[in-house]
């Protein structure tokens, strides 16, 4: 367990943030470890705790589930053991994706919140466009999941559109915020302005086909094809222990693989060398809420080319500082590539543009504060 409690003899109130282990890799990790980093509140403490499953299980497949089960039962006593015992915490935040497990875990967490009396924020990192279909379609466990949910008394989530459809669905508009996830400004780089006529894309993120890897890999082929030059970089963990060595064998089927770099989970300051090292950022996901990476990339200085899903299209501007481009659609993403190869001062020049946009919106001590005056609004 994390406490931020630097406030010597002072009598404070708390906020308990539980979420998946903040040693594991991913969105959510890594958006409360910046959090925790610039937060401050010389009234309101933070304290996190683990749910779930921990980080050296990730590619821990015979069992998982049982021990996850085995660990979450540990992790829920655990939690009403701090609940019931300690009065300061007034704030309960929980960190959910719009899937089943995690709405389901989290819930649990809500209802026993409630119970005790606590206020509950529930920040919603991720949304599954194909289980939010299911929930319309069925109203039964819809009712069962609004229920509990709206028994939260603050609810954040990543994008104007998934505000919209918590609306829809009976929570109460009053209750809902849309913020965005952060970068950490003070690891930024100076973008770097000796790469000459070869455009440099990159990708990082998760290695999974829900990413758009092997649509990447089909667009450059084409590129390749028509006597492009460029290099692009994969830097990430993989989603099962051989996605990089699928991805690897899918560019050496389409003779592409002297175009790529494989690197793999990077961190700190090294990401960000990444960063600016690059012209061009890729994300042409299936489904996301809004990513780090693609904050993390505009206050570097790139261009970003994505897909319009979750929060992108409030981020992403088409032609204004990226490119749009259709979900699972090889050939669209090879035309937007194609594009800022035939305009590379165009797209580096857009990139730079990237850089106060990102640190006006997105920059983690405006978006901490933003989380800091609604945790004040509820005490």
Same mark, same amino acid.
């Given at each position: 367990?994390?406490?931020?409690?630097?406030?010597?003899?002072?009598?404070?109130?708390?906020?308990? *943030?539980?979420?998946?282990?903040?040693?594991?890799?991913?969105?959510?990790?890594?958006?409360?470890?910046?959090?925790?980093?610039?937060?401050?509140?010389?009234?309101?403490?933070?304290?996190?705790?683990?749910?779930?499953?921990?980080?050296?299980?990730?590619?821990?497949?015979?069992?998982?589930?049982?021990?996850?089960?085995?660990?979450?039962?540990?992790?829920?006593?655990?939690?009403?053991?701090?609940?019931?015992?300690?009065?300061? *915490?007034?704030?309960?935040?929980?960190?959910?994706?719009?899937?089943?497990?995690?709405?389901?875990?989290?819930?649990?967490?809500?209802?026993?919140?409630?119970?005790?009396?606590?206020?509950?924020?529930?920040?919603?990192?991720?949304?599954?466009?194909?289980?939010?279909?299911?929930?319309?379609?069925?109203?039964?466990?819809?009712?069962?999941?609004?229920?509990?949910?709206?028994?939260?008394?603050?609810?954040?989530?990543?994008?104007?559109?998934?505000?919209?459809?918590?609306?829809?669905?009976?929570?109460?508009?009053?209750? *809902?915020?849309?913020?965005?996830?952060?970068?950490?400004?003070?690891?930024?780089?100076?973008?770097?302005?000796?790469?000459?006529?070869?455009?440099?894309?990159?990708?990082?993120?998760?290695?999974?086909?829900?990413?758009? *890897?092997?649509?990447?890999?089909?667009?450059?082929?084409?590129?390749?094809?028509?006597?492009?030059?460029?290099?692009?970089?994969?830097?990430?963990?993989?989603?099962?222990?051989?996605?990089?060595?699928?991805?690897?064998?899918?560019?050496?089927?389409?003779?592409?693989?002297?175009?790529?770099?494989?690197?793999?989970?990077?961190?700190?300051?090294?990401?960000?060398?990444?960063?600016?090292?690059?012209?061009?950022?890729?994300?042409?996901?299936?489904?996301?809420?809004?990513?780090?990476?693609?904050?993390?990339?505009?206050?570097?200085?790139?261009?970003?080319?994505?897909?319009?899903?979750?929060?992108?299209?409030?981020?992403?501007?088409?032609?204004?500082?990226?490119?749009?481009?259709?979900?699972?659609?090889?050939?669209?993403?090879?035309?937007?590539?194609?594009?800022?190869?035939?305009?590379?001062?165009?797209?580096?020049?857009?990139?730079?543009?990237?850089?106060?946009?990102?640190?006006?919106?997105?920059?983690?001590?405006?978006?901490?504060?933003?989380?800091?005056?609604?945790?004040?609004?509820?005490?």
């Amino acid at each position: 367990m994390f406490t931020n409690e630097q406030y010597g003899n002072a009598v404070i109130v708390k906020v308990l *943030i539980i979420s998946k282990d903040l040693e594991s890799m991913g969105g959510v990790a890594n958006y409360l470890r910046v959090f925790l980093k610039h937060y401050y509140d010389e009234h309101v403490a933070i304290e996190t705790m683990n749910i779930g499953s921990r980080s050296d299980e990730y590619y821990k497949k015979p069992n998982l589930r049982i021990r996850y089960v085995k660990q979450y039962l540990r992790d829920f006593y655990g939690f009403i053991k701090i609940i019931s015992g300690d009065k300061r *915490i007034r704030i309960v935040q929980v960190n959910p994706s719009l899937i089943p497990v995690p709405l389901i875990r989290d819930g649990l967490l809500i209802l026993v919140s409630k119970l005790f009396g606590r206020k509950v924020v529930v920040l919603f990192h991720g949304w599954d466009v194909s289980f939010s279909n299911v929930l319309k379609k069925r109203i039964f466990l819809r009712m069962c999941m609004i229920w509990v949910y709206r028994k939260s008394d603050r609810i954040l989530v990543l994008a104007e559109r998934f505000k919209m459809s918590l609306i829809r669905w009976g929570i109460d508009k009053e209750k *809902i915020s849309v913020t965005r996830t952060m970068f950490d400004g003070d690891l930024v780089l100076p973008y770097q302005n000796d790469r000459g006529n070869r455009m440099r894309f990159l990708f990082l993120s998760r290695i999974s086909e829900l990413k758009g *890897i092997f649509e990447i890999v089909k667009a450059a082929a084409w590129l390749s094809d028509e006597g492009y030059d460029f290099q692009l970089k994969f830097v990430g963990f993989g989603k099962d222990i051989d996605s990089v060595q699928k991805l690897q064998h899918y560019a050496e089927e389409n003779a592409v693989a002297d175009k790529f770099t494989f690197q793999g989970f990077l961190d700190g300051k090294k990401k960000y060398e990444e960063y600016a090292k690059a012209d061009i950022f890729l994300l042409p996901s299936y489904s996301e809420g809004c990513p780090t990476s693609v904050l993390e990339a505009m206050a570097s200085g790139l261009f970003v080319i994505s897909t319009n899903v979750g929060a992108m299209k409030e981020v992403v501007r088409d032609k204004v500082n990226g490119r749009i481009v259709k979900v699972k659609d090889s050939h669209d993403l090879f035309k937007k590539m194609k594009w800022v190869l035939d305009n590379i001062n165009t797209a580096r020049e857009l990139g730079k543009q990237n850089v106060p946009y990102a640190f006006s919106n997105f920059e983690s001590r405006i978006i901490t504060n933003q989380i800091r005056t609604i945790y004040n609004t509820l005490i």
